[in-house]
């Protein structure tokens, strides 16, 4: 009787000759052979140690007990063994930790968003705690007070599991998500701290060691009257202090993540930053947030093509391999260049961001950073959830198959598009970034001068609509083809950066063929 295999985990730093071409294209030598352990390392954990923590984790979701034998309430979330390894795990490969590696100098973003690339889409989405914490740790290091910065920062950064603690990111409110102005939750003082009151509609990593959070420190409305705090979670004999825990979130996909609804009733709380500029201080972290939802997009398109390719060399259809038929293997060329595409604009966003943490970035690479963020990360959520959907149908039937494990490709794609900002919230904050440094337009000269061809035909035509647009002044115009702008620019920068690398040419041409 016949039985088909199912797709194996593949190494993904091995399979991914894309990935090895970006690295020696954009790192020195000495800095490569440095990192490349780590990254071999990480690769062949995708196929092995760090995969069957991941399958682990999904298939054992977090759980809440409110309360434990005797009726003491005790809100805990228990999580797989699987998750609490997969923290360690993260730990000991440093992937926080590499952002800030000194010894990378400017390079150091680069060098994380390989091994991010490598590790997000096979961890469970332990990349969100890890984006909250690397995010948490560039917040501190620019905006708190010495005290609270050497007190925490160490053990965001430390490569010891038994030292490493993760951030929470507590914002959504009943009143919204993306627009925290309508934030209740209030800041009462406490000698030399705050306790916070309120209630927070939506917690990722909710089992974290610490959280950045907004709460009201005066009447002024909206934004203006919000701070940004740090709370650092206590636990006395497994109960939870000053914090419960309404309930966790039924989620269509990312479902080994505990993501719950908090009540905070007078927890301790340290304020960053100055007082009524919470928005501003906080809005720090989205840099890093955002660095990591693209990675995750690119990480997720790169194991969906890659487990597509692997079945496809082995599985049969009328009497040949999958992979032997022109139309099949041109789909999965198709796949190949959309992940290659998603990888350069991460290696560019994380070399531009690398520039500006080290202080060396100049006003015109500042202006593109600015705007590449919000590009990057709309264009590759949108593009994350069309390949995994295409991957899937690579499988037939068994992709709609939850036993297969394969649907859970698409249901964590899902999520991309929608955290750290949606589509429309991102394109809006385009706008925004064009209106006070210019970031849009210096991203499109950007790529006027180093585009060839029909990417540089196409791009023209984006500058000339961009600027007939902002000559207008027509505020509802612009608005109305926010969107769009916004995904083309992220499109057509993909297929400039594809075409600047020689040994992706193939790649480059295949999506050039898609998107023009």
């Known amino acids: 009787m016949f039985i088909q295999d199912g797709p194996r985990p593949v190494d993904l730093y091995l399979a991914d000759s894309a990935l090895q071409s970006e690295l020696r294209r954009r790192l020195p030598a000495e800095v490569l052979d440095a990192v490349r352990p780590r990254l071999e390392q990480v690769g062949r954990d995708t196929a092995g140690a760090?995969?069957?923590?991941?399958?682990?984790a999904e298939a054992e979701p977090p759980t809440l007990d409110h309360f434990d034998a005797w009726g003491r309430r005790i809100?805990?979330?228990?999580?797989?063994?699987?998750?609490?390894?997969?923290?360690?795990?993260?730990?000991?490969?440093?992937?926080v930790a590499m952002g800030y590696q000194e010894d990378l100098g400017v390079h150091a973003r680069i060098a994380q968003a390989a091994l991010l690339h490598l590790f997000s889409a096979s961890s469970a989405t332990y990349s969100c705690p890890l984006a909250m914490t690397d995010a948490a740790a560039r917040v501190l290091i620019d905006h708190a007070e010495p005290e609270l910065r050497e007190r925490l920062l160490p053990r965001l950064l430390t490569?010891?599991?038994?030292?490493?603690?993760?951030?929470?990111?507590?914002?959504?409110?009943?009143?919204?998500g993306s627009d925290v102005g309508g934030t209740?939750?209030?800041?009462?003082?406490?000698?030399?701290?705050?306790?916070l009151h309120g209630w927070k509609w939506f917690t990722s990593a909710t089992t974290s060691e610490m959280a950045l959070t907004l709460a009201r420190t005066s009447d002024a409305p909206r934004s203006r009257g919000l701070s940004c705090f740090a709370v650092e979670v206590k636990r006395i004999d497994g109960q939870l202090q000053d914090i419960h825990v309404d309930g966790l979130k039924d989620k269509l996909g990312t479902r080994a993540l505990p993501t719950a609804e908090l009540t905070l009733n007078g927890v301790e709380a340290w304020r960053i930053g100055e007082e009524g500029r919470g928005v501003p201080t906080i809005a720090t972290m989205l840099?890093?947030?955002?660095?990591y939802n693209a990675v995750a997009s690119a990480s997720g398109m790169r194991r969906a093509t890659a487990l597509a390719v692997d079945y496809a060399s082995r599985r049969e259809a009328f009497g040949?391999?999958?992979?032997?038929?022109?139309?099949?293997?041109?789909?999965?060329?198709?796949?190949?260049?959309?992940?290659?595409?998603?990888?350069?604009?991460?290696?560019?966003l994380a070399t531009l961001l690398g520039r500006s943490e080290h202080g060396v970035a100049t006003d015109e690479e500042q202006r593109r950073l600015r705007g590449l963020v919000p590009i990057a990360k709309l264009t590759l959520g949108k593009q994350a959830v069309r390949v995994a959907s295409e991957a899937l149908e690579c499988f037939g039937g068994a992709g709609y198959v939850e036993t297969t494990g394969l649907p859970r490709l698409l249901r964590d794609a899902q999520t991309l598009p929608i955290w750290e900002g949606t589509t429309n919230v991102?394109?809006?904050?385009?706008?925004?970034?064009?209106?006070?440094?210019?970031?849009?337009?210096?991203?499109?000269?950007?790529?006027?001068?180093r585009?060839?061809?029909?990417?540089?035909?196409?791009?023209?035509?984006l500058s000339a609509t961009l600027r007939s647009l902002l000559q207008q002044g027509d505020r509802v115009a612009l608005e109305r083809e926010a969107r769009v702008i916004a995904l083309r620019t992220g499109l057509l920068a993909q297929a400039t950066y594809l075409a600047e690398n020689p040994e992706l040419t193939e790649q480059a041409e295949t999506f050039a063929s898609l998107h023009l």
């Open 50 to 56: 760090l995969y069957e923590l991941g399958e682990q």
């Open 75 to 95: 809100d805990r979330i228990n999580v797989s063994t699987a998750w609490t390894s997969l923290k360690d795990y993260s730990a000991r490969s440093g992937i």
């Open 159 to 176: 490569q010891d599991p038994a030292l490493f603690i993760t951030s929470g990111q507590w914002m959504t409110e009943r009143p919204g």
């Open 184 to 195: 209740e939750t209030t800041a009462e003082p406490f000698g030399d701290h705050h306790k």
């Open 287 to 291: 840099n890093i947030t955002r660095f």
């Open 320 to 348: 040949r391999r999958l992979i032997d038929h022109p139309l099949h293997a041109r789909t999965l060329g198709e796949l190949e260049a959309e992940s290659a595409g998603a990888l350069v604009l991460c290696m560019e």
């Open 426 to 449: 991102l394109s809006l904050d385009l706008l925004r970034a064009e209106a006070r440094e210019g970031g849009l337009s210096a991203m499109i000269e950007d790529l006027r001068l």
């Open 451 to 461: 585009a060839r061809g029909p990417v540089a035909e196409a791009v023209e035509g």
